[in-house]
Each structure stands twice: as C-alpha cells, then as structure tokens.
C-alpha cells in the first residue's frame, strides 16, 4: 500500500516536472519572439569620403595641365578615404547631430573641401517636424531653424546589416539632383538619421551619396538612457530660417561662377 502512494507521488512529480519544463520552454519561446526596440541612446557614425574620386572630379580640359599631376603627387602622400566621426544622440523622439573635431590636415587637396567636412550641429524634433541646425559656412555660423525636409524615399526589398542592426533599403532625390540611399531600422523606432537626413520608419544607420563618393555608417549603437540636457539644440549664430539662409549662400557666392553650385550643394545637404 505504501509502495503504491509513492509511485503515485513520483508519478505526480514527473508530471509536474515534464509541466514545468515545458512552461519554461513555452515562456522562453515568447520572450525570444518579443522585438525588442531601442528608444534612446547614442549612435556613432563614421562618414568617409573618397578623396581620389573627388578630386579626379574637379579636372578638366581646362585645368589638367596642373591637376593631373597633382592628383598623381596626392595619390603618392594621401589616403584614398578620409575618415570623419559623429554622434547622433536620440530619446523622446528628438535627436542631436553633433561632428567630431577633424584632426586629419589634408595637404594639396583640388576638390571641394566642405564636402569632406562636416559643418552642422543639427537638433530634429521627429514629432514637431522641426529643426535647429548651426552651420558653420566658412568663418560665419549661422543658426537655420525650420521644418524638416520633405524627402520623398522608395522603400526596398534589400536589406543590410549594420551594427547589428538589420536595416532596410530606401533611395530618394534630394536637392532635385542629388540620388540618396540609405538603410534604415525600424528596431529603433525614430524617424532620425545623421546630418539632416530623416523621414523613414526608422532610424537611419547608413548612409550613402553615390555621385557624391560621401556616405555615413554606424559603427557603433549603445542603448541608454539619455538626459534632457544631453539633447539641448545649439544656440549660436545668426538667426535665420532654411530659404532665408540660402538666399544668404546664393548672394554670398552669386561670383563665384562653376564652384557657386558646388558649394551652395555642399552647405545644403
């Protein structure tokens, strides 16, 4: 009789046992299933440029007496690719753009020089659709405050892995010429990305303009919590909002003949 209560007891264990396993199964199957979305936290990019094709982009017929072998001279004493980083740091759907100092000193360089640079301090509201950008234009720092910009992206079937994020294709025209790829994740759901580049269902990690030989990448993403202070928009320079500011660059270069348009591209990206 005593022997029949323990069987039926153990019985009852490894029933509740075989339960309990496979309860934790079950749980650990949901939770794995669980997306997990990062709303705060600071994104390190690195954007690179490609000196060579950038310079062999400013000789032509009328200049290649000179250029030609200086392009060959820089290629013997420079990198192909300057390399520049950033931070992008996002919570509450806001996000603050803010450049590393270059230390990199370019020598004999032909091409455009603000391309390769990066002049902007740019704070976005996602939800407000606005911006507060200073933008250094060579020794003047103005302060651009408007509504972001309206970027009409195409949404792709390829996908991309980036700091460990699977990111998503969009391409867009901006500036009416200008073609844009980038790659988004909509596991960090803010509508953000680096310089002034936003709109997509997701944060932004690369970046790339092709004809431009420019792009952007993460390279590293630490979820955190952010401080309201770590996201206070820049403050200094000369108040204007984003027409106002190119009618600036406009009159400012308006004699400066075929590198008018190249810069004024530049300082409007």
Request: overall charge positive.
């Amino acid at each position: 009789m005593i022997l029949i209560k323990w069987e039926g007891k153990i019985n009852n264990m490894k029933k509740l046992t075989i339960i309990t396993i496979v309860l934790l199964i079950v749980s650990q199957f949901i939770f794995g299933q669980t997306a997990h979305f990062t709303t705060s936290g600071v994104i390190e990019f690195e954007k690179t440029a490609n000196m060579y094709a950038i310079f062999q982009k400013s000789i032509n017929k009328d200049n290649e007496s000179y250029l030609v072998p200086a392009f060959e001279n820089f290629k013997k004493t420079q990198p192909q690719f300057k390399k520049l980083k950033s931070t992008l740091t996002f919570a509450d759907n806001k996000t603050l753009f803010t450049p590393a100092e270059d230390d990199g000193e370019i020598t004999g360089f032909w091409g455009n020089t603000v391309m390769i640079t990066q002049n902007n301090n740019i704070f976005t509201d996602v939800v407000a659709s606005t911006f507060i950008a200073q933008k250094k234009v060579f020794e003047a720092s103005f302060l651009v405050k408007d509504t972001t910009r309206k970027i009409k992206w195409k949404i792709t079937d390829e996908t991309r892995e980036i700091a460990g994020y699977t990111c998503r294709r969009a391409n867009a025209l901006v500036l009416d010429s200008v073609y844009v790829v980038a790659f988004y994740t909509d596991k960090i759901p803010v509508s953000g990305g680096p310089e002034s580049f936003t709109g997509l269902p997701g944060m932004i990690l690369g970046l790339a303009l092709p004809h431009e030989n420019i792009s952007w990448f993460a390279t590293k993403i630490t979820e955190m919590t952010i401080e309201p202070k770590a996201l206070i928009p820049p403050k200094k320079g000369k108040p204007l909002d984003d027409k106002g500011f190119h009618e600036t660059l406009v009159k400012t270069m308006k004699d400066w003949g075929e590198y008018a348009q190249k810069y004024l591209k530049a300082f409007s990206l």
